[in-house]
């Protein structure tokens, strides 16, 4: 998976009305995919603006993480990923993607 199929497979499954009211980001090792919530339509980008919940996550484990190979509380435990700032909102963000 690379940046930019990431950016597009995120802005997919957020859409223009997630219903989230919030913002996040994944932080990989090619850069950022931020995801604005917070207004209509939501805003998907790769700039690092100031979010609510940040996910340090490789681009392999992202992966997974969206086709649900990894599960979001195994994965976390297992140190795949970390998470910076409120972890409600990174709950928000797995449910909206269709993870619990």
């Given at each position: 998976?690379?940046l930019?199929?990431?950016?597009?497979?995120?802005?997919t499954l957020?859409?223009?009305?997630?219903?989230?009211d919030?913002?996040?980001?994944?932080?990989t090792?090619?850069?950022?995919?931020?995801?604005?919530?917070?207004?209509?339509?939501?805003?998907?980008?790769?700039?690092?603006?100031?979010?609510?919940?940040?996910?340090?996550?490789?681009?392999?484990?992202?992966?997974?993480?969206?086709?649900?190979?990894?599960?979001?509380?195994?994965?976390?435990?297992?140190?795949?990923?970390?998470?910076?700032?409120?972890?409600?909102?990174?709950?928000?963000?797995?449910?909206?993607m269709?993870?619990?």
């Open positions: 998976m690379t930019q199929s990431l950016t597009e497979r995120i802005q957020v859409g223009t009305d997630s219903g989230l919030a913002s996040f980001k994944f932080a090792e090619d850069g950022i995919v931020a995801i604005n919530a917070k207004q209509v339509p939501n805003i998907v980008t790769n700039e690092d603006i100031d979010t609510d919940c940040t996910m340090e996550i490789s681009l392999k484990n992202a992966e997974d993480l969206l086709n649900g190979e990894l599960n979001p509380m195994m994965g976390y435990m297992m140190g795949k990923f970390k998470i910076k700032g409120d972890m409600g909102v990174a709950m928000k963000i797995s449910q909206a269709g993870n619990s």
